[in-house]
T-cell receptor
């Protein structure tokens, strides 16, 4: 399809495990964003890329969170040594030239 | 720090009613404002984008207005339908280098048949 895709859609991890979440943006979209959404809350910004450059990572909650977009297309959000408070829906969005942001379906992460 | 508030948190209306959802933001220096809907367990669907130089945008039965100086936006839904039931989120893109969106907590709308 032509939209933003994310995988996996659901991930269950044991506390302490590392996880990797993938985002495929809309083809040609320069900007890519990661957000975290807790239950009943609005999404909260994590980090932002323009092409392969990570321009803003001010929302990453700890150094256990790491994101990359090495070729300016697909992005991966990695969480090391997962904790229960990391349980949330992780949303990816992309946009062209500071315009509308288009969101993927999200990855629901549950840490046991 | 930019903060976005949405009132009411939840709204239940009978089918056919016109309704207004409210969004306010604390810092008027925004680049644009975007309204989304979110269905349970799903991602966000973009409804309308209003750039800071604009005052309103319309799409079908939806009309969004922006009063940047007072830090307010409204989303008007005409002739509501059960299929409009969802959570509606407002978000602002602050001026400056980062294009990040700051979201409100949303308004959960239920349209009863």
């Amino acid at each position: 399809g032509a939209g933003v895709s994310q995988s996996p859609r659901y991930k269950v991890a044991k506390r302490g495990q590392d996880v990797a979440l993938r985002c495929d943006p809309i083809s040609g979209h320069v900007s890519l964003f990661w957000y975290q959404q807790a239950l009943g809350q609005g999404p909260e910004f994590l980090t932002y890329f323009q092409n392969e450059a990570q321009l803003d990572k001010s929302g990453l909650p700890s150094d256990r969170f790491f994101a990359e977009r090495p070729e300016g297309s697909v992005s991966t959000l990695k969480i090391q040594r997962t904790q229960q408070e990391d349980s949330a829906v992780y949303l990816c969005a992309s946009s062209l030239d500071r315009n509308e942001q288009f969101f993927g379906p999200g990855t629901r992460l549950t840490v046991l | 720090k930019q903060e976005v508030t949405q009132i009411p948190a939840a709204l239940s209306v009978p089918e056919g009613e016109n309704l207004v959802l409210n969004c306010s933001f604390t810092d008027s220096a925004i680049y644009n404002l975007q309204w989304f809907r979110q269905d349970p367990g799903k991602g966000l669907t973009s409804l309308l984008l209003i750039q800071s130089s604009q005052r309103e945008q319309t799409s079908g039965r939806l009309n969004a207005s922006l009063d940047k100086s007072s830090g307010r936006s409204t989303l008007y839904i005409a002739a509501s339908q059960p299929g409009d039931s969802a959570t509606y989120l407002c978000a602002v893109d602050a001026q400056g280098g980062s294009e990040k969106l700051v979201f409100g907590k949303g308004t959960k709308l239920t349209v009863n048949p």
